[in-house]
Structures are given as C-alpha cells and as structure tokens.
C-alpha cells in the first residue's frame, strides 16, 4: 500500500519532506500549512536587517543547485525566494494546504486522525485519516514575550520581532528594544538609523563575532553558474570550515581559545568606550548561547542616539520602560527581541500516541526523541528538527535532510511491516549516548539559554558532529524500531 501521508508546516523541513516524496515518485502526502505563505520562519521573520548568519550555499538544500544567490549571506527576501523558487521547481505547491491548522492528531491503532481549526462558519472541527505523520512546525517559531510586570499597560506600540508591525514607521521614534539575541543584533542597526533615540535593555551580553558578508560580483555570479562542480566545492569547503573550527569551540576543542580571541578582538576593534566594552563583554563560555554572527551590531550601539542599559527592568509603565535604579526610559515603541518559546516542541499540536497517551505530558520534564526523530509509544510519526537537532554551528538544513533521509528509509518497513514504533530500549540507549556527548559540550553550565528548559537539561542542540548525525539517521532503522 501507498501510505497516506501528512506533513504538518511548509517552512524548510516540510518543503524538503514534500520534495523528497516527490521525487521518489510518492504523491500520497498532504503538508498542512497554518498560514496562507511558505517559509515558516523565513516568512514570519521580517523584520529590517533579517537574514541568514549561515552562509547561502549551505543555508539551502544540497540537492538543488541554485546560482541566484547575490550575496555570502542571504537576506530574508532571498531565503523566500528561494522557497518559493524550490516549491515550484519540484510542483509541491499544488500539495500544500494554507489557512488550515492541525491542532491536534491521535493515533487510532493503525494509523492517524488529524483534527483541523475549523474554518470560519463552520463549528465543527474536520478530522482526517492518514497512515503517517511527519511534524515540521519548528523550534523558533512561537514568540516569547516576557512575563515583565505591567507590559500590557504601555501606552505605545509595542510587537515582537517576529510579528513586525511594518505600518509603525520607526522614523524620529524613541524605541527600547528588549533582547540583545541574533534577532535583536540583526534590526538594532536599521532600527537605529530610523529611531531619534534607542535604548537597547540588556539582561546579558553576547558573543559576537564578525560576518564577512558580500555581494558577489557579476563574474562569481557566472563561475557558480557555469563552472562545473564549483557551487558543490565551495558549498562543501563552507561545510568542513564549520564542521572543522567552530564544532571544536563548542565541544571545549583546540578552537574554544580562537573563538573567544576572535569575538574579544572584534569587540575591542569595534568598541573604544571602554565602559560600553565592559558592559558587553560576557563572563561565560563563548558558544555557551548561541554566537552572534553579525558586524554591524556593535557600530550601532555606539551611536550618539543610542544607549545601552543593563539595570534590570523592573516593569513597564504605560510611558516606558523603568529599571532597578528608579530611571523611567521614556519610549513610544517597545520591540521585544526576546526569542522563542523554543523548548515548547510541537506546542501547536495536540498527539495522542498508542492508548491514548500525551505527547505534552511524556514530554513534561523535556522534550525527547530517538535520533530527534522518532518518540516511543508514537507509531508512526517522524518529527523534523525535533528535540537535540539544532545547531549552535553548523547548517539546520543538512540536518533536515539527514532527517528526510531517515524518513524515506522507514517508508518501506511501515508499508510492508504495520505501524512502526521506536523501542522503549533504543530511546533509553539513545538517552543515556546523548547524555554522555552532552557532558563535553559548552552550553551545560555558565549560562542560561533558548537551547534549554527552565531545569537547565539541554533539548534543543545536538552535541556531536554533523557527520555523526548522518551516519545515525542513515543505518537501516530496522532494529530500532518495533512494528504492528
Ligand atoms: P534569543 O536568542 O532567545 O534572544 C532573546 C533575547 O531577549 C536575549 O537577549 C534575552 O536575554 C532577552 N530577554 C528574554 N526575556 C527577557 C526579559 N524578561 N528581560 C530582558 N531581556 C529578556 O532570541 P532571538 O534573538 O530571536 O534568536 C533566537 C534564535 O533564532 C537565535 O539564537 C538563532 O538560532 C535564530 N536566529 C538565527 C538567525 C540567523 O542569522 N541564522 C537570525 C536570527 C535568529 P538573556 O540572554 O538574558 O536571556
């Protein structure tokens, strides 16, 4: 049998899934997508200065060759494009179904019911019936606004990063921005120029290292696209680079002291207030959070209209932001670069596994899933970058692919074998090698982070290599799993 086949977000994962499928000639799969465009977070993420810190060429699918890149570092609009452009060229846009939220999916012995929001009018939520489900809704993609005492009585306008509200122009403005995050170092720049005061609120400072961004010159243009095995050589060296430098700085490796060195010096090149250097230099592991890649964040905040301030804020009153030393920062527009409600997986979802069991509630103390994967006690459902998969260094993208790859492997198993489940046993030898890699790795202890919940047990990063991750996710997934 053809298994029916729901994929649940069209952002980078869902798109690589459909793809996938398509190519292998199977056409039996539905994405559901909640919002009416693809992208998932390229398409949530508008704000000014969004883009990509992980260069283009590896920033996108290794399986199609793209020479439209104008830059090292893509920006938002090109990502999108970029979709867009994948969607088409592998026909899966005829496949996605936008406006149409899964809220939640049971598991019925055999296969998958899948309830839908149901549409205005209509009272009744509509279920459906599919064999498998392969959940691609994200890490980063419900916005966290801080519990601040008295946020909702600010008298301005106030929005997320990822809910940028483009009908405020910021031009003349005083803003605070709360959050100093990848985000915040990305629209903190264009910001400023606008704004006729900034105040950035910083609770702790980051590691920022530079961003050798460019443009390509029409002549690399045309060497991508026309010189043989070029845009794969280039792509492969950006890989290894990463692989090779940035992976040991996070694993307490050889690179740990060059990171530090290399995000110290930027600081010291870009930053001569030597009060303001103090106040952004941080005193815990580099890689601990995630780096900031970026070289127009510091500049900015050495501008003359904007200030950094670091006293906690103690609440918002309707005409600012006031700190712990009594000063109330008065402010028309409050963005909150505060991050994302990332260790929440698969929130939007409600999953009922085999007798009726809660993915929320086995969940309870964290998220966890073989290979970030597959959950025991949850047949057939395949999660794209699920718990333990994120990067700190590397592309999300070879991951997701990693991912797919393993999906297809377990295609053939299911159809022929019944419904299939990851062992009880596989899951504890999987806890127990996660634990063993985590206890090297830098993001453990010195800081608090999105990379783990409030008890400090790290869900959302992956802790080896990236050549470990795809030799894992491509052994046949025949003894790790049970069947019927
Ligand atoms: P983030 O890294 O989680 O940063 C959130 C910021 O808000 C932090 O500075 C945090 O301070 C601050 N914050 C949160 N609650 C606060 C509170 N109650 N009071 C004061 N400050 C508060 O979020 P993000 O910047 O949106 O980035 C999230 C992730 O998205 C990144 O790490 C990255 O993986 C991804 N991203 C990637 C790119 C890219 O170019 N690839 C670009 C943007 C984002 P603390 O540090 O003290 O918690």
Redesign the pocket.
Known sequence: MTPRIAIIGAGFGGLCMAIRLERAGITSYTVFEQASGLGGTWRD?TYPG?????PSHLYSYSFEKYTSWTRRYPGQPEILGYLAHCADKYDVRRKIRFDTAVTAAAFDGTGWRVTFRPSPGTAEPRVEEFDVVVAAVGQ?NRP?L???PGRSTFDGVAFH??RWNHDHDLTGRRVAV?????????FIPPVAERAARLTV????P?WVIPKPDAEFSPRTQRAFHFVPGLQRLYREWIYRYAEGTLYPALAGGWSADLLRKRALGHLHAQVRDPALRAKLTPDYPPGC??VV?DSRFYPALTRPNVEVVTDK?TRIAPGGVETSDGRLHAVDTIVY????R?TEFLAPVDFAGRDGRSLREQWREGAEAYLGIAVPGFPNLFLLYGPNT?LGHNSIVYMLECQVEHVMRCLPYLTSRGPMEVRAETMAAWRAQLARAMDGMVWGEGC???YKTATGRVTNNWPGPTTLYRRLTARPPGGAYKFG
């Not at 709360?178 to 990305?186: C, L, M, N, Y």
């Not at 609120?201 to 702790?204: A, I």
């Not at 670069?337 to 994302?340: A, N, V």
């Open positions: 993420n969004a883009g990509c810190d992980i980063l966290h801080p519990d601040i990063s990822a709360i959050g100093t995050g990848s985000s915040a170092a990305q609120f910083q609770r702790t980051n959070k995630r890649i804020i670069g505060t991050g994302f990332s994120n608090q982070s999105w």
